[in-house]
């Protein structure tokens, strides 16, 4: 099939390479414009408790509607309660008086509530409400900013979904552009080094070209249908460059090993697509299956990272397997013009003869003392993966931005400078039977609220029923409260009967009563979000039901679904990928050892990250804060991406592998010739893979920075320790076991034909050379 495929496509290469061209000038148009719809959101299971009490709050409390904060500060007066600060805000907000968008303003002036002031006293913010929900926002802020100008003295920062979410594209485009830029002159430098030629190193960097604005084209179009993270674009840019560059590397270093041989160019065609495209194909299926493991989560935030991972691996494969190959066609024996072989030379580079031999000589090292080799190598990966057994999960708030965003700074201000948790309390929705007013839900209700404000964390409850004698400032009992409420309206104390009658229009609707538990820690951090479970185990008398939300609640239940989900998105990406490499090699004992190892390197990049980023190690040389704990949902994304990469050289090694075994039926010798013939191109495309991955780790914002460590550490690892030591080792033991299969199965895969030799010609005696032809 594979064959015919690269037959086809040769023959009409002028057509490919002309549709190819067409397809990503038109799709990265719209690419351009893929970072205005994405979010920095999605962090919500929308089947949760947490979600619900959002629902309840937006349908029965007027809520559902976005706001901004804004953060006032002076350099001319520290009391931000002074009617010149207060003045100086006044002016500054005033041109929003008459904006349609803008529902009112609320803050100090408004309301005397010293919740607006800091601590110290010295800034203040106000509450700028939005007709607009949280997505319509973020097309607000830039309006918004526009009218706003504070007077000489004062400053003011903007917070909110929609400033973070604004500010965060920016960010995201300017790590885009760092990344880029640092990393394509060292991958250019790379192919060059492997190719020796300018010509054949051009090639992987074009396809590169053509499926990553694709790509953003393709975000473009589905951001408009569904929620998409505003982190996709790295995402997708960084394994399009990376998984775009390993294939092309695959196919152009056997196209140029079958020309080597004698070929006509047409026959070099079909031998690289019947080969190495064959491994690609397997390849990037793999990738994507690892990657549509996360569309089983709930949290848009996960699931748009596998829609986006799927689509570059789509569109990489696309022109991997059309434009490349039709390029080929057409470059022919000029594929190797611009030759630099002389000049490496005359430096004194070795990228020629004697890199196979001695890929060779450490593979049979190896498989002479197999046991010797695997046990202290088993033993390395366990001790460097075992941070991952303290591993702590947080949800991730405006903290993993950089300090210097603007919009990160006013958030970290309000929950640092400010009375703590005012701002994103714990919300508590209690349905009552009969009249909340009644003395007897009154005395129900009010041991609710004493229950919550006696938790450790809790600061105070906010409440119609958590009333304070006028006269001490102590607390009622839920007795005292309940006895106050049976007394008619006029007979309470005017001050409690004002208080009452505030609270009640704030927090009761019909026989729904409203609690905001204010607390001390920070809502994104796992002791927070530990909180939720511990509320919701609280009893109410009376028959009265509760729901929990907030932020704190919405992390708690975004890992509770995480936690759900995750086994069937890992047993997916296992159970998926062992099928599509028995399809390839016809072989049970691959597929489970390539699962095995694939796990034992992941897991140590795991470990390696909880000991970088969870504790705080390294974090000078990184440059991140340490935030104490591990971001949700990175190691989620991780494992899928890493376990589709780590799939690649896997399929590349063991096609050639399996190449030599069928011809000789030599296991050992096999082994050592797929080893030495893939290592200068294996060799590249890690140096290339790491090379864009830790590019990505001078991304300022500690999501991304983590996921480019991570994968840099992950593939690093395959390619040295599983790719030299670990297979060698196991197929030395496995010997003719490792492609074996019981009949039925074995016949089955002989029908579909995937696992067949294309092979089947004498290969060279040289062995592979960086440089040269081979690959």
Do not use: C
Not at 550 to 566: K, N, T, Y
Request: hydrophobic share 50%; proline share 4%; charged share 15%.
């Amino acid at each position: 099939m594979f064959t015919r495929w690269g037959a086809f496509v040769y023959r009409f290469r002028r057509v490919f390479v002309v549709g190819a061209l067409g397809l990503a000038l038109a799709m990265g148009f719209f690419g351009l414009s893929a970072s205005s719809h994405l979010s920095s959101g999605g962090w919500l299971d929308t089947t949760s408790e947490s979600a619900r009490v959002d629902e309840r709050l937006a349908a029965e409390f007027g809520g559902g509607k976005s706001s901004i904060i804004a953060l006032f500060r002076s350099s001319t007066t520290s009391d931000a309660t002074s009617p010149a600060f207060q003045a100086a805000i006044a002016q500054t907000v005033a041109p929003l008086a008459g904006d349609p968008n803008v529902t009112g303003i609320v803050g100090f002036a408004q309301t005397k509530d010293a919740r607006f002031i800091s601590t110290r006293g010295s800034a203040t913010y106000v509450v700028i409400q939005l007709n607009a929900t949280d997505e319509q926002s973020v097309e607000l802020v830039a309006g918004i900013r526009a009218r706003l100008s504070a007077p000489a003295g004062f400053s003011y920062q903007l917070t909110g979904y929609g400033p973070i979410t604004k500010d965060a594209a920016v960010l995201s485009e300017k790590d885009l552009t760092r990344a880029e830029t640092l990393s394509l002159p060292i991958v250019a430098f790379i192919l060059v080094f492997v190719f020796a030629s300018l010509s054949a190193a051009a090639m992987p960097l074009l396809v590169a070209g053509l499926a990553i604005p694709t790509t953003l084209g393709l975000i473009y179009f589905v951001s408009r249908q569904i929620e998409m993270s505003v982190y996709v674009i790295n995402i997708a840019t960084m394994l399009g460059l990376a998984l775009a560059i390993d294939y092309s590397l695959f196919i152009v270093s056997r196209f140029r090993e079958e020309l080597a041989r004698g070929r006509t160019v047409g026959e070099a065609v079909e031998k690289a697509v019947a080969t190495s495209g064959k491994a690609v194909a397997f390849s990037g299926f793999a990738v994507a299956i690892g990657l549509s493991g996360l569309l089983l989560f709930k949290s848009s935030a996960i699931s748009s990272i596998g829609v986006a991972g799927s689509l570059v691996v789509i569109s990489t494969l696309v022109y991997a397997l059309t434009f490349l190959p039709a390029t080929l066609g057409m470059l022919g024996t000029r594929v190797n013009s611009l030759s630099l072989g002389g000049l490496f030379r005359r430096l004194g580079w070795r990228t020629n003869a004697g890199g196979g031999h001695r890929w060779e000589r450490v593979a049979r090292v190896v498989m002479r003392r197999p046991l010797f080799v695997l046990g202290p190598v088993l033993v390395l990966l366990f001790v460097v993966g075992s941070p991952f057994f303290r591993l702590i999960q947080g949800v991730p708030d405006a903290s993993v931005y950089p300090p210097g965003m603007a919009s990160r700074d006013a958030y970290i201000a309000l929950q640092t400078e400010f009375a703590t948790g005012e701002t994103t309390p714990i919300v508590v929705l209690a349905t009552v039977h009969g009249d909340p007013a009644s003395a007897g839900n009154a005395t129900a209700l009010a041991d609710y609220g004493a229950q919550l404000a006696r938790l450790d964390g809790v600061t105070r409850v906010e409440s119609p029923y958590s009333l304070t004698d006028p006269a001490t400032g102590t607390a009622l009992t839920p007795e005292q409260v309940g006895q106050l409420y049976a007394l008619p309206a006029a007979s309470r104390p005017a001050q409690t009967q004002a208080a009452i009658g505030a609270l009640q229009q704030a927090y009761v609707r019909g026989t729904t009563v409203r609690f905001n538990a204010i607390s001390r820690l920070d809502p994104a951090s796992p002791e927070s979000t530990s909180l939720t479970p511990t509320i919701r185990a609280l009893a109410a008398a009376n028959g009265i039901t509760t729901q929990v939300g907030g932020e704190s609640a919405i992390g708690h239940d975004f890992l509770v679904a995480q936690g759900d989900r995750m086994p069937y998105a890992i047993g997916l990406t296992l159970l998926a990928s062992a099928i599509v490499l028995f399809l390839l090699f016809g072989s049970l004992a691959i597929p489970l050892k390539a699962v095995v190892m694939t796990l034992l390197s992941i897991s140590a990049s795991f470990g390696a990250l909880v000991w970088i980023f969870q504790d705080g190690n390294l974090h000078d040389l990184l440059h991140f804060t340490p935030l104490g704990y591990t971001i949700a949902g990175n190691p989620v994304i991780m494992f899928s991406v890493i376990f589709g990469l780590s799939m690649d050289y896997e399929v590349l090694l063991l096609s050639r592998i399996q190449e030599a075994y069928r011809r000789t039926g030599d296991n050992t010798a096999a082994v050592a010739e797929g080893l030495a013939r893939t290592a200068g191109v294996i060799t590249g495309a890690a140096l290339i893979m790491v090379s864009v991955f830790a590019a990505f780790a001078l991304a300022d914002t500690i999501t991304i920075k983590v996921i480019g460590v991570g994968m840099a550490i992950a593939v690093l690892l395959d390619a040295t320790i599983v790719r030299v030591l670990l297979v060698p080792a196991t197929m030395r033991l496995l010997g003719r076991w490792n492609w074996w299969a019981p009949g039925p199965l074995q016949r089955f895969a002989d029908r579909l034909g995937f696992d067949h030799v294309e092979d089947a010609d004498p290969v060279l005696d040289q062995g592979p050379t960086l440089g040269g032809a081979a690959g």
